[in-house]
């Protein structure tokens, strides 16, 4: 059962991410050409505190889009043709001012550790049904061994020409992302590396949306 919002959530409670086209971090003051709920995300908690929340996203988790015009090719969120996630889950650190979250991918049959993503999105914000947050498109892969690649970065001009985000946006993304680069150049993975061992409950499968959930 989906819960409502409280100051913090309980390990298990089941709530909703969700993207929210306009948001943007508070440095930039240039408004966003376009706003609005345009994807849902039904994921568990798994830790809650002042420092972080950590939610995970379970498999066949259903994949919830609002009809609209959006920026983009065809008028639909670039997910829209997927109804559920597939393949392991994905567990999701983050931090309440930083405007990226740690992202845990695993493959295979025996859940093989496979690598870290720096997803570039904006710092999360509470609601009645989970949390709110806008991903940026650019991605910083960071494997076990800490090499790392940045993903993604060709594709903000093109963000741009579709009225999707500002130019000043983009120029932000792209010095945040140099940013978490840097830092990764200098000291390596700097998160709780722990995480990559987590395992999830068995039971967390198939979670789905409420209907009012983009309300």
């Known amino acids: 059962m989906l819960v409502a919002m409280s100051s913090l959530w309980a390990a298990g409670d089941l709530i909703v991410r969700r993207e929210v086209l306009g948001l943007q971090p508070n440095e930039i003051a240039v408004a966003a050409r376009t706003t609005g709920v345009w994807e849902g995300l039904p994921v568990y908690v798994v830790d809650d505190s002042p420092d972080q929340l950590v939610s995970y996203t379970a498999p066949g988790a259903e994949l919830g889009f609002v009809d609209g015009s959006w920026p983009t090719p065809d008028g639909l969120h670039p997910w829209h043709g997927r109804s559920a996630w597939q393949g392991h889950g994905c567990l999701m650190v983050q931090r309440p001012e930083d405007h990226f979250a740690v992202w845990h991918f695993w493959e295979g049959p025996d859940r093989d550790f496979v690598c870290w993503y720096l997803n570039i999105q904006t710092a999360f914000l509470r609601n009645e049904r989970g949390y709110d947050t806008q991903d940026l498109e650019l991605d910083i892969v960071v494997f076990p061994d800490g090499a790392h690649v940045v993903k993604d970065a060709e594709v903000l001009d093109d963000r741009v020409a579709e009225g999707r985000f500002s130019a000043e946006l ?25 995480w990559a061992n987590w395992q999830p409950d068995p039971a967390w499968l198939n979670p789905r949306l409420p209907a009012d959930w983009h309300v």
């Open 170 to 194: 983009v120029e932000w993304i792209r010095g945040y992302g140099d940013v978490l680069v840097s830092r990764l150049e200098a000291v390596g993975p700097w998160w709780d590396r722990e």
